[in-house]
């Protein structure tokens, strides 16, 4: 007997890749548990695997900065609940964080791929769900989008909740309408200048010199983030040419206003729409009429 549920939750996080850096991601989950009926003839009440499962995704993986544990670019080092953490790419593309324990997940592989992440999945899941269920099948999947999509890493310091980890990220839409047309042409150069980018905040950004293990003289050649939350101190160094810089918290609704007001110097005399997603199935839109 088996039993399943599609869509069960959306993974938005973001995972180190030696080619393209921080890569934002958004990944839609569908499992299908396998076993034997149980004393209520069921294998495992729905609401028990909304509860359940996804809230292991969510504490495992979701809003997390995914690590490829045996990767000969990474080096880890732990002091008193922070990990430091030193992405050794080549070309002066560096990546380097200090943050909370919690912020990370370590996939045992050399590269975060599909694979790699749904076996880590279903092993966080699988030991945790009750006897009568011998087999799990997850499904990792992209949402399929006909238009537009980019990649990006943020981090919330003003966030309550896991959003103010400082490397989290989205696979995101984004819509453009000029005078209520849409404009696929200016949506995919957003797009294309937001590809697996890093948004940071003006107010977060710091001298390299100023961060808390600085020791390299290559950082030149990149921006430094730092800033406390309520989950602790994070720091983050992060090449310039994968870097945005913006003057305003990085919230959707924030983006989606900074592509609105910039398109509209340009564009006096019509209207605009820009509607920006925030991974799956959610976003802001802000409108501007001249």
């Known amino acids: 007997m ?33 076993g034997s009926l149980n004393d209520m003839d069921m294998l495992l009440d729905f609401g028990q695997v909304k509860k359940l499962i996804k809230r292991l995704i969510d504490d495992k993986v979701d809003h997390k900065l995914l690590v490829p544990r045996r990767s000969p670019l990474c080096k880890v080092s732990n002091s008193e609940g922070y990990m430091q953490l030193d992405f050794q790419r080549p070309h002066g593309k560096s990546i380097h964080l200090r943050c909370p324990d919690e912020a990370y997940t370590f996939i045992d592989s050399v590269e975060v791929s599909n694979e790699a992440l749904t076996a880590y999945v279903k092993a966080v899941v699988l030991e945790q769900l009750p006897n009568n269920i011998q087999d799990i099948s997850i499904n990792l999947r992209h949402e399929a989008i006909d238009g537009p999509y980019y990649h990006y890493s943020h981090g919330l310091k003003k966030h309550d909740g896991n959003c103010q980890r400082i490397a ?63 989950q602790g101190f994070f720091e983050l160094v992060v090449p310039k040419q994968e870097t945005d ?21 340009a564009m006096d005399g019509h209207t605009l729409k820009v509607i920006a997603y925030e991974g799956v199935g959610k976003g802001a839109i802000s409108e501007v009429y001249r």
């Open 168 to 230: 989290h990220g989205h696979r995101s839409t984004i819509e453009i309408l000029v005078d209520a047309e849409s404009d696929v042409d200016l949506a995919t150069s957003w797009a294309m200048k937001w590809r697996n980018i890093y948004l940071g905040s003006a107010n977060d950004e710091i001298s390299v010199n100023d961060i808390s293990f600085y020791q390299q003289q290559e950082w030149q050649q990149h921006y430094a983030f730092a800033y406390q939350s309520p």
């Open 245 to 265: 810089i913006l003057p305003c918290e990085t919230t959707v609704e924030n983006l989606a206003a900074y592509i609105a007001q910039t398109l509209s110097k």
């Open 2 to 34: 088996k039993l399943f549920v599609k869509d069960l939750t959306v993974i938005d996080s973001t995972y180190l890749c030696p080619d393209r850096g921080l890569v934002g991601e958004s990944w839609l989950v569908d499992i299908e548990l396998g």
